[in-house]
């Protein structure tokens, strides 16, 4: 059985960095690409950054482009999003997603597996 727990969530205040981790076990974590996705309160889940399962190749938001970095370390089975510069409008539950294949993808139909969720509070 698939399992993706995220860590490292919290409140911070604009202008702080926060680095998430996701944890991954029961599939060959190598052989799929990854996702974080975020939900506010009201709105779609929209994909902030993905990376393919090697970690070639990576896809970022334009809202958070230049501000977040999404890296992977296949060894450990773990994939990150480091989110510097944070704003308000990133306050959000964020998820970290098991992509169905090798490639990155930023629909949520083509993510087969889920975390639970982490918050993230950016206060002004």
């Known amino acids: 059985q698939v399992q993706l727990v995220e860590s490292g969530g919290g409140l911070v205040q604009a202008g702080d960095s926060l680095r998430l981790s996701c944890a991954a076990s029961?599939?060959?974590?190598?052989?799929?690409?990854m996702g974080w996705f975020r939900q506010a309160p009201g709105k779609e889940r929209e994909c902030v950054a993905a990376?393919?399962?090697?970690?070639?190749?990576?896809y970022y938001g334009d809202s958070v482009k230049g501000r977040f970095t999404i890296s992977r370390d296949n060894a450990k089975k773990t994939v990150y999003l480091q989110m510097n510069s944070l704003k308000p409008e990133d306050t959000a539950v964020y998820y970290c997603?098991?992509?169905?294949?090798?490639?990155?993808?930023?629909?949520?139909?083509?993510?087969?597996?889920w975390g639970q969720g982490t918050q993230v509070t950016v206060s002004s």
């Open positions: 990376i393919s399962s090697s970690g070639g190749s990576t």
């Open positions: 029961g599939r060959t974590f190598s052989s799929y690409a």
């Open positions: 997603a098991m992509s169905r294949g090798f490639g990155y993808s930023t629909r949520r139909s083509d993510y087969d597996y």
